[in-house]
């Protein structure tokens, strides 16, 4: 069952990775910083990272045994890409690039074709997923990524201004500028305080 809400982050992930407000989000802040990258930004490495994010997005409440993980990072890594180019315009306010949305689709429908994925009961955003069949990450990811798109305020998602990664504004006045205020906001307010102070 997915749910929006983080289970408690398990390492080596941070509870401050998980403030996007939906996993799709959370997915795509999977990188150290969007704005500036840097060589060993990459935080998926192993499909022990893997599974630990899962887990910490609250995916499954037990880490899974794996029989095989080939290829489970490289396609999980190309979910999140293909997510980030969807929700990265919509909270640029541009057109949802056809071939990353369609990628989404794509995986997503083969994971259900083949069954990695089932909707148990009727609620959209509740399904369940044969987590032994490595297939069946990405997939869940994807059709998690789509059903996002379709179901959260566009006008609510937003990048944040200093690091770039991406939130669902669910403040009240809808003002929310930063993933965090304790990391960028404060960082934000202490480069602007520096310049403030050197350019006098
Ligand atoms: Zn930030």
Redesign the pocket.
Known sequence: MVTSTPAKARPPWQDAQFIGGHPVLDLTNAVFDRAHPTEDGELLETPSDVLTWCASAGLFDRVPPLAEADGLVAEVQAVREQAWAVFSAVARDSAVPAEAFGALLERAGTGVRAGYVQRPDSPLDHFTADWTAPAAIPAVLALLAVHALYTLPPDRIRE?G????LFLDSSRGGRRR???MS??GNREKASRHRRTRTRR
Do not use: L, P
């Open positions: 944040c200093r690091c770039g990664w930063w993933c965090s990391t960028c």
